[in-house]
Structures are given as C-alpha cells and as structure tokens.
C-alpha cells in the first residue's frame, strides 16, 4: 500500500467529497461522551451519558478508554477515546479540525461514523452490545479462516478479550496493548505484549488485526506502514474505523456494529 503516511490527509480529502457531493457541509452534528456506568444513573458530569457493558476486562468499562457518539441527522456514530470532549458544531467544521489531538480525531471519526451510515455507505456506526464482543471473536477467527487459512500467525494490536480468547485457541496469534495494566500479563493464554513491540508482531506475522481505535490514537498511519514493509496483510477492526475504512478502501471487519444508538 502506497502513501500510508498521508492517511490522514487522504481520509479527509475523501470526506471532504462526500461532504461536497451531498451538500451537507453546513449541517449541524452533536457529539457526546459515553461513559462507563448504568441506564437511568445520574451522570457524574453533564457531558456524559451512561451505558452498561458485561465484562469488566474491557478498556471501556474500566474507564481507560470512552465512546465518543456523534449524532448527524437520524443516524449516530462512535469512536472510542482516552481524551473524550463534547462537541457542537457543522459537518464543515468538524472537516477542518486539525489532527493534533485525540479529542480533535475522535470528533472527526465519530462524525465521519455518523455520516458514513446517515448516507447508507456503511451499516452503522454504533458500537455492538451485551454479548457481542464475545460473539464478535469467533466470527474473527471463521473470517480469518476463510480469507487465510487455518495456518497462518496472526498479530492483533490492541487487547480486546473476546477477539484474543477466540484467536488463541485457533491460530498463533501475538498481542499488543498500550494499557500498562494488560502488559506482561496473559489473557486466555496469550502473552500480552507492549505496543512498543508493535514492528516486531506484525514483522512475524501473515496478517495483522489493527484495532480502529488507532486512528484516534495516532499510531494508524505508522501500523500500516510497517505491515507495507513487512508484505503483512490488515485487517482493521472496530466501530471507531468504519467510515474510515469505506473511504479509504481498507479491509474491515465488525460484524456486530449497529445503525440505532
């Protein structure tokens, strides 16, 4: 894949089109931040809004990391993110925040999330529920299976414990996390290893399941680049990346995203 570096610029040059086509520009869109807790609690600050997730091995519920849900005309989208801020104001603007910051890339992809599915581009942009994120890692493995065979070693950035439990079990498969409190650890008998050794993973591995939550991180462009280097094939995943990857044409695999908030 050529031109990785520019990821950023490409995906807003292919939003900016979209935006233009459609007219859309000038159209307001509403972002919130979604935060650990239960249905019906009073928020502990007034730009969050509380939802329930089952297991507490997930970044998202123990508060590492939060969803950012964009609202744009009846449709909705989320990015997840470490530096959540709420946000009012039109498509166009949302366009031309800077990538400087992951608050600023979250509104950006939340947004873009939000469009993607108002336009029928993707099949929503809201993050799944209850028991998919267990469910989402058998279908990962049948996915890889299909496309890679059973033989293969498989790298997946980002520790999400429904994917690694399923993918241990069934290929040779190497884990990275940014979270200090997953490093060193082993989940599912799968070694859990730092980020740091992300060039390294994907160099051994036949194809690489990079977290879409790296967009918003930063880390995306520099992922991509290294599985060009090392000829690895990408899978991205999760509902941060999904307008992102219709954009840009990049494979992508969430098969328990949903349209309704």
Request: hydrophobic letters at 40%.
């Amino acid at each position: 894949m050529s031109g990785v570096s520019d990821v950023y610029a490409r995906v807003r040059e292919e939003f900016e089109k979209l935006v233009r086509n459609h007219q859309i520009g000038g159209e307001p869109v509403y972002c919130e931040v979604l935060a650990k807790g239960f249905v019906g609690k009073a928020p502990a600050r007034d730009d969050m809004v509380y939802f329930e997730m089952p297991s507490s091995d997930y970044a998202l519920v123990r508060g590492k990391e939060v969803l950012l849900r964009c609202r744009f005309r009846d449709a909705w989208g989320d990015a997840f993110t470490d530096e959540p801020k709420r946000y009012r104001g039109t498509v166009e603007e949302v366009i031309r925040l800077p990538f400087t910051s992951s608050s600023a890339r979250a509104v950006f992809f939340a947004t873009l999330n939000a469009v993607c599915s108002s336009l029928g581009l993707v099949s929503g942009g809201v993050h799944c529920k209850e028991g998919d994120p267990e469910r989402c890692g058998e279908k990962l493995v049948e996915h890889l299976r299909a496309q890679f065979g059973k033989e293969v070693t498989v790298a997946h950035i980002g520790y999400q414990p429904g994917h690694v439990g399923a993918l241990g079990k069934s290929f040779k498969t190497l884990v990275t996390d940014l979270d200090p409190e997953n490093i060193g650890k082993v989940k599912s008998g799968v070694p859990i290893l730092d980020g740091g050794e992300n060039e390294s993973v994907i160099q051994k591995a036949d194809v690489v399941c990079i977290t879409g939550s790296a967009l918003v991180n930063g880390t995306f462009p520099e992922l991509l680049e290294w599985a060009r280097r090392y000829s690895t094939a990408v899978l991205v995943y999760g509902v941060s990346a999904i307008g992102a990857c219709r954009l840009l044409n990049l494979p992508f695999f969430c098969p328990y995203v949903r349209k309704s908030a």
